[in-house]
């Protein structure tokens, strides 16, 4: 291996190899080999994985490294920063309308999975340079919507014929030998841990283990606080998930109380409590969680923000932190070892399903967290039960249960139809012959056990390519194939051609164009949630029916209630203020936000492409205002000034300074002393704004 490789990993403290590393290496992923990685948390798969892709790049190929959410991507980031002096590294996550010619410049780019797959689609001419692709978390491939796309993605390389190296992580695929065969990788399977783990479940006040032994916890509380403030008075921490965000919030404080009682309190979290007041938008949930945070507990959800998430999770690897209480559903992105991990709910609510048993897998996601390298001698897993019988069926579910295999999502419907646009838009097939080929290279086809498997997927793709024909987005000649104009954009945009179908009917009914039906449209897409609280405003109810013939159903009323919540947050109104009228938090906007600027500019130029120039404008001005949360006269502040928000923007507005040339010619003296400017950001707004003059931009949208 490079010297240099060798000098980096011995900065970082590895000594020696974990015998699943060993086997690894001697499976040949460090020789071009294809490995599938399915070993325990914190046996050391990641570093293999990053070696690998440093690796190629230090031999002139390039890795990619997908990851299947945009928080794990900057987290990767951040790893792969102790290598920055041997290779550039980059990531792209967003814009799937781009093929970021810009990534050739790199020679490790982490990518999310539909990233991945829409720069498939784009083909760019550094593709022929990938020599490694890595898929973190592989077990996704199961999940009903990322899995296909991962799917895709093989299938994709595989047909451009380059000499990838795939190299697979998961500590949790049941069937990991059919997926491995699949990859055509070499399988490395290891429940090998550094830290020794052990797995009960707890019922009046014991903590029965699978080994047969108990413990008793006498700390004070429902089970839930108990288990964690034990695991703190012994000297460590404790990770506790649970099913709802209100749990969260609840528990965290009833932890943070019980700690106090027991005088558990850590010294040092309260300079990390203003950290977390600062960065939220919030004043209320910044201030509840704040509360808890200067206790040394937290609540970790999707209704805070990204950044005060960063600091809750910096916070307890740094041990300011001794409890941290989040959603199951979050469980993948948390990457926090701790001395006890507390499962409160094995159940869930869905809204489709009602309730639900979390699969093993998940479990196994959950359990495999605990244990802290060289701080913790064992870690502990722990199942809460109510009752005798619950316990004895968690022992025997989750703590001796199998994990599930995944299986495959890619021929149902909706995602065949998404996949075969791809597939022919991208390029990738020109035929029903060439789909069927493409197919064959997926998990799905693989997992037919059947001699009529090419029979039946030239049937189920025969009939999606009918429906992708009617809708405009293919044309077909006998058994060829061709993607319209229409459909090419629609791949390119990484749209369901269902919503673009969607979209394109809106547009082409609506009779005039108003702000609410431009936000009733983009948020019919079944990708967005549904804002339940609240009541719809009725200026923007009757937008939508000025403009549109739709049905006042209950459907109707969660889009308009929806609509209302954005058309506050583009008026300005206090982020508070929503929240508390809305149920609807920063960590919220901004899956709202994300959302509507892919689908808002995508639904543009469907508009533009279908001749509906007026609605590509004025839904091109909707997508820009709910981006930064703006009302229109405040566009042209904010998408031209770095550091200027919402907030700073209307104070410009305000006090006269309405232009670039406005500002351009103000004092820094004048600047600074407007709310929420001092005299560097002064500075440096006036900068940009003669810097764009000088240029001749004017900050028009």
Same mark, same amino acid.
């Given at each position: ?8 990993? &011995? ?13 690894? *290496?001697?499976?040949? =992923? ?89 720069? @498939? ?42 000499? #990838?190296?795939? =190299?697979?992580?998961? %500590? ?60 703190? +008075? ?7 998930? #649970?099913?709802?965000? $209100? ?5 965290? &404080? ?18 990390? %409590? ?57 469980? +993948? /992105? ?18 489709? @399903? ?26 502990? %897993?722990?199942? *809460? %039960? ?21 299986? $495959? ?14 597939? *022919? ?5 020109? $035929? ?13 086809? +693989?997992?037919? &056990? ?8 030239? $049937? ?109 947050? =583009? ?15 920063? /960590? ?13 500019? +995508? ?7 279908? /001749? ?34 919402? *907030? ?14 406005? =500002? ?13 400017? /001092? ?23």
């Amino acid at each position: 291996m490079d010297a240099r490789l060798v000098a980096v990993l &011995k900065e970082r403290g590895v000594g020696r190899l974990f015998p699943p590393q060993v086997e690894a *290496v001697r499976a040949g =992923i460090f020789d071009g080999r294809s490995v599938l990685l399915c070993t325990a948390t914190a046996s050391g798969k990641s570093l293999l994985a990053e070696v690998a892709a440093v690796k190629a790049g230090l031999e002139g190929r390039m890795a990619l490294y997908a990851v299947p959410l945009k928080a794990l991507a900057y987290e990767k980031l951040v790893h792969f920063s102790y290598y920055r002096g041997l290779v550039k590294v980059g990531v792209s996550t967003g814009d799937f309308d781009s093929d970021d010619r810009r990534l050739h410049e790199f020679d490790v780019v982490v990518v999310t999975y539909e990233k991945l797959d829409s720069l @498939l689609r784009h083909r760019p001419n550094w593709l022929g340079l990938v020599g490694v692709v890595v898929v973190d978390e592989i077990h996704y491939l199961g999940d009903p919507r990322r899995g296909p796309v991962l799917e895709s993605i093989v299938a994709k390389l595989r047909h451009l014929g380059l000499k #990838t190296q795939f =190299i697979g992580l998961s %500590a949790t695929v049941g069937n990991a030998g059919e997926v491995a065969a699949w990859l055509g990788a070499r399988l490395v399977e290891s429940s090998w841990r550094p830290v020794p783990l052990r797995e009960g479940v707890y019922h009046g006040g014991v903590i029965r283990f699978s080994d047969g032994s108990m413990q008793r916890v006498n700390a004070p509380g429902d089970a839930e606080v108990a288990l964690a403030v034990d695991a703190v +008075a012994g000297g460590g921490q404790a990770l506790v998930f #649970t099913n709802s965000r $209100s749990s969260t919030v609840r528990l965290a &404080k009833a932890v943070a109380k019980a700690m106090e009682t027991a005088g558990l309190v850590p010294r040092g979290a309260k300079a990390l %409590a203003e950290e977390v007041l600062r960065a939220s938008s919030s004043k209320i949930i910044g201030r509840e969680l704040a509360d808890l945070v200067a206790r040394g507990v937290a609540f970790h959800n999707a209704g805070l923000e990204l950044e005060v998430r960063r600091l809750v999770e910096d916070g307890f690897r740094r041990g300011l932190l001794k409890v941290v209480v989040s959603t199951t559903t979050l469980a +993948a /992105g948390v990457n926090l070892p701790a001395r006890r991990v507390v499962v409160a709910d094995y159940e869930r609510f869905d809204p489709a @399903l009602g309730r639900e048993e979390i699969p093993v897998l998940e479990y196994r996601q959950m359990a495999g967290r605990a244990g802290r390298p060289g701080l913790d001698p064992y870690g502990e %897993a722990v199942l *809460v %039960a109510k009752s005798k019988g619950e316990a004895e069926y968690l022992m025997e579910r989750y703590v001796r249960g199998q994990v599930e295999g995944v299986r $495959s999502h890619i021929l149902t419907e909706p995602n065949l139809r998404a996949h075969v646009l791809g597939a *022919v838009g991208g390029g990738y097939a020109k $035929s029903l012959d060439d789909l069927v080929d493409f197919f064959s290279n997926t998990l799905g086809a +693989a997992q037919m &056990k059947t001699s009529l498997r090419l029979s039946i997927l030239r $049937s189920k793709i025969g009939g999606v390519v009918e429906e992708l024909v009617e809708w405009g987005f293919l044309e077909r000649d006998g058994d060829f194939v061709y993607a319209t104009e229409l459909g090419r954009q629609v791949a390119r945009l990484y749209l369901d051609p269902e919503v673009a179908a969607g979209y394109i009917r809106l547009i082409n009914s609506l009779r005039a164009g108003n702000v609410p039906a431009y936000l009733y449209l983009v948020l019919t897409a079944p990708d967005f949630p549904r804002v339940r609280r609240g009541r719809a405003d009725k200026r923007v109810v009757e937008g939508i029916l000025a403009a549109l013939d739709v049905e006042e159903d209950e459907e109707f009323e969660d889009l308009a209630r929806t609509a209302s919540m954005l058309m506050a947050w =583009i008026e300005e109104v206090d982020e508070d203020v929503i929240y508390e009228k809305f149920d609807v938090a920063p /960590g919220d906007l901004r899956v709202y936000v994300d959302l509507f600027q892919w689908l808002g500019n +995508a639904a543009a130029k469907l508009a533009r492409l279908v /001749g509906r120039e007026e609605h590509g404008r004025g839904l091109e001005v909707v997508t820009a205002r709910v981006v930064y949360g703006v009302r229109e006269e405040l566009l042209g502040l904010v998408t031209s000034l770095r550091g200027v928000g919402r *907030v700073r923007a209307r104070t410009l507005y305000n006090f006269g300074y309405r232009t670039i040339e406005d =500002i351009a010619r103000a004092t820094v003296r004048e600047i600074a002393s407007l709310p929420g400017f /001092g005299e560097k950001l002064a500075e440096s707004v006036i900068e940009q704004a003669r810097q764009m003059l000088a240029e001749g931009l004017r900050g028009e949208v």
